[in-house]
């Protein structure tokens, strides 16, 4: 069971670049969202989904879109990348409501945009 | 607003020693709380959860009780050892609130020598 799949692993980027980060689940989970992770920040959210068809906003949205055509992929699009963006990005999936569930994390992938 | 807040690290111990990262929160409603933990170049695990006040949630010795009256839910553990080398997150989602997203703490970096 591959459960939370998310590639590449690492990424440079030029600013301006525009790029997407794949993630893909297995279990059938309706729920799915991003994250990105900085030093002394935590994780913040970026964009989550409740299923298909269904996207919104987290807290940090400016700067990515999602869609999500399936139950199991979720990509993350970057349209012109920028330095603040450097970070570690977390995928996740939930087969419900996240917080009543568990949250299933992906490995991340690590992007440096210079 | 909803927010989580946990002590600074790093925290450094000798195997066997007696660990507590305390976590407190604060919430519009009434929150299910989180332990996360990941362990270098991983994503996060889930390590415990509580769903609602005076519960304990506990995993691989770890322990953590939900405590409405002082909105703490600091995690715990008897006798550590080298393996529990990780960052740990709190977390708190409400539930309904953005369909339950997680709202995480800073994490707290642990590192237990030999």
């Known amino acids: 069971n591959a459960g939370v799949t998310q590639t590449p692993k690492f990424q440079v980027l030029k600013t301006g670049q525009s790029m997407t980060l794949q993630c893909a689940q297995d279990m059938n989970h309706e729920y799915m969202s991003w994250y990105r992770q900085d030093p002394g920040m935590g994780l913040r959210l970026i964009h989550y989904s409740v299923g298909a068809g269904i996207t919104d906003q987290g807290e940090v949205p400016n700067g990515y879109n999602v869609s999500r055509s399936t139950t199991e992929d979720f990509p993350l699009r970057l349209l012109s990348a920028a330095p603040s963006q450097t970070s570690v990005y977390f995928c996740a999936s939930s087969p419900g409501l996240a917080g009543i569930r568990e949250q299933y994390f992906g490995p991340g992938t690590r992007l440096t945009v210079t | 607003g909803n927010s989580v807040t946990q002590m600074e690290g790093p925290v450094t111990l000798s195997e066997e020693a007696f660990l507590t990262i305390n976590c407190t929160y604060t919430a519009t409603g009434y929150p299910s709380l989180f332990w996360y933990v990941q362990y270098p170049g991983e994503g996060l695990q889930l390590l415990l959860k509580?769903?609602?006040?005076?519960d304990k949630g506990s995993n691989k010795g770890f322990e953590a009780t939900y405590r409405k009256e002082t909105t703490s839910f600091h995690l715990e553990k008897g006798s550590v050892q080298v393996s529990d080398s990780a960052v740990y997150f709190c977390a708190l989602s409400i539930y309904g609130g953005s369909q339950g997203n997680l709202i995480f703490g800073k994490g707290t970096k642990l590192s237990v020598k030999p």
């Open positions: 509580a769903t609602k006040a005076d």
